[in-house]
């Protein structure tokens, strides 16, 4: 004999939004992809017409460290490859701001510890159809030493909400906002002078007792201009940063440059581009 046991409509509701977050938290981040002392995998926040929102995620082990755009005295830039994927137009990568950590050698790099994301901002060729992300990876993981790491993970972007937009959103928070010298912002940028052909001050106006940290990059990877350092004795309620015009390419002038400058603070940063007069 065969027995039915009744099924409530209430049971059957929340087996299918059981399976429904399933399918969300299975589409809106690929794998970890584990490679030296790291690991790196793709998020997709939910999708709303032809610009969605994603992001790269790095996780490092204790003790190592991977790179910014600029790298600092020594490191390797990431450097990230989409031409791969399906349906994708332009990808443009936000960065969060670096820190400052000691290279090992007597110099400075920059970039992050522990894990970092990177937000994405990427434009669909056509709305309506799937988008599939294809990134080919390439950075470095240092400790004492460093270590190449390839990897090339991949996931479609669906259009059902994501678990992933509030980890998307602290991201976004952490890329520094745009600005102008001058802006009345709670730090900002005052002046940039050169002085002379060796030398550039960059006066920062900032709380009293609050640390900020300065990095300059040139118009072209190719510049490799020194981190900014904090002068002595510079005027009352300014933090007066200096660097030698050194690194630039053969045959560049620093006169007339555009520079991109990245202000630092505790708990908001911002960039600034800056022609050198």
Known sequence: MITF???RPAL?????????????????????VSESHSAVRLLAGSRSGAVLLGGIAFQLQPGWKTYWRSPGDSG??????????????????????????????GGTSLGYKSSVVLPL??????????????????????EKLCVPVEAAPELTFTSVASTQDSVLAAALDTVPVPANVGDPNPITIRDVVMRGDTEVWVDVVAPPASKVS???E????????????????????????????????????????????????????????????
């Not at 509701?13 to 970890?32: G, I, K, N, T, Y």
């Open 5 to 7: 046991v009744p099924v």
């Open 12 to 32: 059957i509701a929340a087996v299918f939004a059981l399976l429904s977050v399933s399918a969300v938290r299975a589409d809106d981040m690929s794998p970890w």
């Open 76 to 105: 390797v830039p990431p450097r990230f490859d989409f031409s791969k994927s399906d349906n994708v137009e332009a990808v443009t990568i936000l960065w969060p701001a670096p820190t400052a950590f000691p290279d090992g050698a």
């Open 121 to 142: 901002r990427i434009v669909a060729k056509n709305a309506d159809k799937p988008v599939t992300l294809r990134a080919a990876i390439s950075y470095a993981v240092c």
């Open 214 to 216: 300065l990095f300059v």
């Open 218 to 277: 040139g118009p072209t990877p190719e510049w490799a201009l020194p981190i900014p350092k904090r002068a002595p004795n510079a005027p009352e309620g300014v933090q007066r940063f200096t660097f030698p015009l050194e690194g630039l390419p053969p045959g560049a002038h620093a006169e007339g440059a555009a520079l991109k400058f990245t202000l630092v603070g505790a708990e908001k940063s911002y960039e600034f581009n800056v022609n050198l007069n």
